[in-house]
């Protein structure tokens, strides 16, 4: 048996050093209010962590209320700093009105569009809609302080009439608030990088939440895709804010009003409320931005899809099942034959699709790295704007002979790209297009298609460097 012996001097003052030490240690290393890893850096100073500020009113004294800047316009496209809104109208704050575009060519009352002077004379704009106020009037109405709606908003003053159609969402009213913003990034590179901050929210001011959805479901896919972080609010919301009685005050605002996009002279060419913005300065890569960021989402790396390095990919985008705008059924037949020959001469990627089948990541990727789509007039040519612009980059779009409609060509030149209307043996291309028209048999099954012609064509395209 061995007896404990007590410890001596040394080993009894090295136990106290080992137990002060770690006492020491568990206080500084594990408090959560101390010194966090993320603090250490080796150049000796201690960077502090990002606190974003709880920005919720706006206040001014008196006489001082923020005056509105419009940073950007033209019809129907808006860039606003310092907008205002209260009780459901908009109020835009200015000691010099004559600064301010006319308001006709700003907003609307909202209601559904139609033809004749009657409906053209019910979607102009009075008071309740948006008023030019002076400081001096914005402080009687306002008092001294306003709710701050900070960062980038999106206010869409549309009915839902046009909305809820994949086209007109991604090819129309998302193409053209993206050209109005983006044209403060004139900077933007090929693979879309960009110091805009990012869009933080959507008012949809006269639209519910069931009524912005196309039955394709490709409004919301594409809109959460390009910003995940994005909110938004509905004309129910916009009641709600209404209803509260108080001002708030819109850090910086795009305001997009189809009706007032019409008074605009660019519409009046080309019938595309889009192409108002096109006045604007900008980019050639501006639509680079929101096609990287779909395109992510769908599981391909935008820097290579589409890209010219990589097989040429023909995408006919077929109808046949449709029932209305097809082609006749022997020209189908034979169309195919003429591509899967080109796939067989040349190696080209040929994929012969009623894009309906697809799920929406599958149509949104294979319209990526697709160097030449064609198709009948319809829908789904929208997807279009997922394809990479080169130098070979073509849509080819086919029409019942005497027909014409600007919708995806006005599209596809926008982007950068080259369009070709068909009928049948025949084509036609920027600047020599057709008037729009719509003949008989425009909607029908009976549209007749040359498949040699386009095969040839597809062919000359893809020699292209």
């Known amino acids: 048996m061995h007896s404990l012996s007590a410890p001596t001097r040394r080993e009894a003052v090295l136990l106290v050093f080992v137990f002060v030490s770690l006492l020491l240690f568990s206080r500084t290393g594990y408090d959560t209010s101390g010194a966090r890893f993320w603090e250490v850096d080796k150049s000796g100073e201690s960077p502090t962590a990002q606190v974003e500020p709880w920005r919720t009113r706006i206040t001014w004294s008196n006489g001082h209320v923020p005056n509105t800047r419009v940073v950007s316009h033209v019809p129907g496209w808006t860039i606003f700093d310092n907008l205002f809104v209260l009780n459901g ?261 040929v994929n012969v699709v009623s894009m309906d089948k697809f799920s929406r990541a599958e149509q949104l990727a294979l319209a990526a790295r697709t160097t030449i789509m064609m198709g009948v007039h319809g829908n789904g040519l929208t997807s279009l704007v997922w394809m990479r612009p080169s130098p070979r980059a073509t849509v080819m779009e086919f029409f019942f002979p005497g027909g014409f409609a600007q919708d995806y060509e006005y599209t596809t030149r926008a982007l950068g790209m080259v369009h070709y209307g068909f009928w049948d043996d025949q084509y036609f291309t920027s600047p020599d297009t057709p008037e729009q028209a719509y003949p008989e048999g425009f909607q029908g099954t009976s549209i007749p298609i040359d498949g040699a012609v386009v095969a040839r064509l597809c062919h000359e395209r893809l020699l292209l460097q």
């Open 89 to 349: 109208t908009v109020f835009v704050v200015t000691d010099f009105p004559s600064s301010i575009p006319d308001r006709l060519t700003i907003t609307s009352t909202a209601v559904n569009i139609f033809n004749g002077k009657e409906a053209v004379n019910s979607r102009t704009p009075g008071d309740r809609e948006m008023r030019v106020i002076s400081t001096d009037q914005a402080q009687k109405l306002f008092g001294s302080s306003a709710e701050s709606i900070d960062g980038v908003t999106w206010l869409v003053n549309d009915p839902p009439q046009f909305i809820t159609h994949y086209y007109h969402w991604s090819a129309e009213l998302f193409f053209g608030f993206w050209r109005t913003y983006s044209s403060l990034d004139t900077a933007i590179d090929e693979m879309g990088k960009s110091t805009l901050p990012a869009l933080r929210r959507i008012f949809f001011a006269h639209v519910d939440a069931d009524h912005w959805r196309d039955y394709a479901l490709m409004n919301q896919w594409v809109l959460r895709s390009a910003f995940p972080s994005l909110t938004t609010e509905y004309s129910y919301d916009w009641e709600d804010r209404a209803a509260m009685g108080r001002p708030m005050m819109l850090d910086r605002v795009i305001f997009t009003d189809r009706a007032a996009a019409m008074h605009g002279h660019h519409f009046l060419s080309t019938g595309r409320t889009a192409s108002e913005p096109s006045a604007l300065p900008g980019s050639a890569h501006w639509w680079s931005t929101i096609r990287a960021n779909v395109v992510r989402v769908c599981g391909l790396d935008p820097n290579v899809a589409g890209d010219m390095a990589q097989t040429p990919v023909i995408t006919y985008i077929s109808r046949q099942e449709w029932g209305r705008r097809m082609l006749i059924q022997e020209d189908h037949e034979r169309l195919v034959e003429e591509l899967y020959k080109l796939r067989d001469l040349y190696g080209y990627e």
